[in-house]
């Protein structure tokens, strides 16, 4: 007698391909989270514009100059939309939100958008809702404030609405970016330099304006200005605009937990102060989140188990 039992199960599925290309992605994030460190410990205080304008243009004219390509088409008006939220007012903001708000508040406030993205998707992608990667969004938010909320955490009204604005304009330029996708044969660092170009070109004209070129430009600025546009620009937006092509658009925005993360541990490590108990518990907390929300749930396993006997 031959029996023969079908079970269908979720189970969360990841191929090594995938897996490869997520670790690719989350090296973007990853550097981003040192802008903190940078913009406080090395930056000129009080030019947010001229930093996000320093961050933008020289990186976007190097990278269109690797690709050899410009926009053709309705990709001009595109890339100036997207460089403007993914950057030109993305950046500004960020560095706003970084100056009037303790490191650990802005990046809580940041972490908030995945959860933006998700439903971004729904709107602009007509996507079915994913309850799996939201619900992993709202987990990572708060271990990340864990993380980095400290019971003196000062809240400035002008900071707050810079941190949350700025995780609005990059979810929406992240959604944007996996919904028109690149045209044919233009390389990543071929839209990351459109972008970056558009970026750099929407903040000239405030950033000169309103901040003007900082007196105070030393040797650390300088470095820094270099670290946040070659490394924190040019190669981190180029692998982070591949990563979108090729991955769930909502699990790639919580490779973004990383930042805040890195953030953490690196202004741990410059105060010399060891992390407590309850931050290494809200670090466990967001790494999971962050790794859990790239599975798909929504796929199904199938397995077949026969057994055959012997009549007599």
Avoid at 56 to 76: D, E, F, K, T
Avoid at 173 to 200: E, F, I, Y
Avoid at 260 to 278: R, Y
């Amino acid at each position: 007698m031959s029996t023969t039992t079908t079970s269908t199960a979720a189970s969360p599925v990841m191929s090594s391909s995938q897996i490869g290309r997520t670790a690719l992605t989350a090296i973007a994030p990853a550097v981003w989270g040192t802008t903190y460190i940078v913009t406080t410990h090395m930056l000129p205080e009080g030019h947010p514009l001229f930093a996000a304008l320093m961050r933008s243009l020289p990186a976007g004219m190097i990278a269109v100059l690797i690709a050899r390509r410009l926009p053709q088409g309705s990709w001009w008006w595109k890339s100036l939309v997207l460089g403007t939220l993914n950057m030109g007012a993305f950046f500004p903001l960020l560095f706003l939100a970084a100056q009037h708000l303790p490191g650990g508040v802005a990046a809580t406030l940041g972490a908030a958008q995945p959860i933006m993205v998700a439903f971004l998707a729904v709107a602009i992608l007509h996507e079915k809702l994913s309850t799996w990667r939201v619900s992993w969004g709202a987990i990572g938010m708060i271990g990340i404030a864990l993380v980095v909320l400290g019971p003196d955490a000062e809240l400035s009204p002008l900071g707050i609405l810079a941190g949350l604005g700025g995780a609005a304009s990059m979810a929406t330029g992240v959604v944007l970016t996996k919904k028109w996708g690149r045209p044919h044969g233009v390389s990543a660092v071929g839209l990351a330099g459109w972008q970056l170009t558009a970026a750099g070109t929407v903040l000239f004209i405030p950033a000169m304006l309103i901040d003007g070129i900082p007196a105070d430009i030393d040797g650390a600025a300088v470095a820094g200005y270099l670290w946040l546009g070659l490394l924190g620009a040019l190669l981190t937006y180029s692998l982070w605009f591949a990563g979108i092509r090729r991955l769930p658009v909502t699990a790639t925005a919580l490779l973004g937990l990383l930042s805040p993360l890195v953030a953490a541990v690196l202004g741990a490590m410059i105060a010399e102060e060891a992390l407590s108990g309850t931050q290494l518990s809200g670090f466990g907390l967001a790494s999971v989140a962050m790794v859990a929300g790239q599975l798909s749930p929504s796929k199904k396993t199938n397995w077949t188990n026969t057994t055959n006997t012997t009549n007599t």
